[in-house]
T-cell receptor, first 115, second 115 residues
Framework: AQSVAQPEDQVNVAEGNPLTVKCTYS??????LFWYVQYPNRGLQFLLK??????LVKGSYGFEAEFNKSQTSFHLKKPSALVSDSALYFC?????????????FGTGTRLLVSP | DGGITQSPKYLFRKEGQNVTLSCEQN?????MYWYRQDPGQGLRLIYY???????QKGDIAEGYSVSREKKESFPLTVTSAQKNPTAFYLC?????FGGGNTEAFFGQGTRLTVV
């Protein structure tokens, strides 16, 4: 069964510092991996995805994520955090098996960027 | 503008009452999904639909029902059998069933509260 773990409920970082939000996954075979961001009382917005190819994926708003197959991780990163990055971040995985492959989400990590 | 529209944004339900949450998309997507979001639990899949007139139960379908009479619409009914319906409900769509390497697009959510 597919699963995603986001080990940190909350990440605190000062504005201007680099940030990392961790994600590990479990899936049979190769995964499709996604990061979404959610602002209060809003839907999820897509940030970036890993399908194949380069392990470093660049996405919206200056975010990037590194796929590490040996560690089954897909950590979200940003070189310099902004206060406006404060939000709830979700990692998600979908397997490559045939048939319906539902998108499985982690429990989310709240990012707080202080001025 | 293309997108997914959920209504209403806030909904209050009395004990023993059925309520229906609306989800409409104009993205011409085949697949549509309903997720429930509770604090600390991430997103859980309620129902999904691959194509018009077809839908399948997700992980937590008990107490919910759906229909897919039109490609654009995927309403969710929360029945009186759902014992703990207070939550944030998110509708999503993707271009093809399972979505594969394509990301899902989310609506802005409906917050349902039992009063």
């Amino acid at each position: 069964a597919q699963s995603v773990a986001q080990p940190e409920d909350q990440v605190n970082v000062a504005e201007g510092n680099p940030l990392t939000v961790k994600c590990t996954y479990s899936v049979s075979g190769n995964p499709y991996l996604f990061w979404y961001v959610q602002y209060p009382n809003r839907g999820l917005q897509f940030l970036l995805k890993y399908i194949t190819g380069d392990n470093l994926v660049k996405g919206s708003y200056g975010f990037e994520a590194e796929f590490n197959k040996s560690q089954t991780s897909f950590h979200l990163k940003k070189p310099s955090a902004l206060v406006s990055d404060s939000a709830l971040y979700f990692c998600a995985v979908r397997g490559l098996n045939t048939g319906f492959q539902k998108l499985v989400f982690g429990t989310g990590t709240r990012l707080l960027v202080s001025p | 503008d293309g997108g997914i529209t959920q209504s209403p944004k806030y909904l209050f339900r009395k004990e023993g009452q059925n309520v229906t949450l609306s989800c409409e998309q104009n993205l011409n997507h085949d697949a549509m999904y309903w997720y429930r979001q509770d604090p600390g639990q991430g997103l859980r899949l309620i129902y999904y639909s691959q194509i018009v007139n077809d839908f399948q139960k997700g992980d937590i379908a008990e107490g919910y029902s759906v229909s897919r009479e039109k490609k654009e619409s995927f309403p969710l009914t929360v029945t009186s059998a759902q014992k703990n319906p207070t939550a944030f409900y998110l509708c999503a769509s993707s271009p093809e069933f399972g979505g594969g390497n394509t990301e899902a697009f989310f609506g802005q959510g409906t917050r349902l509260t039992v009063v």
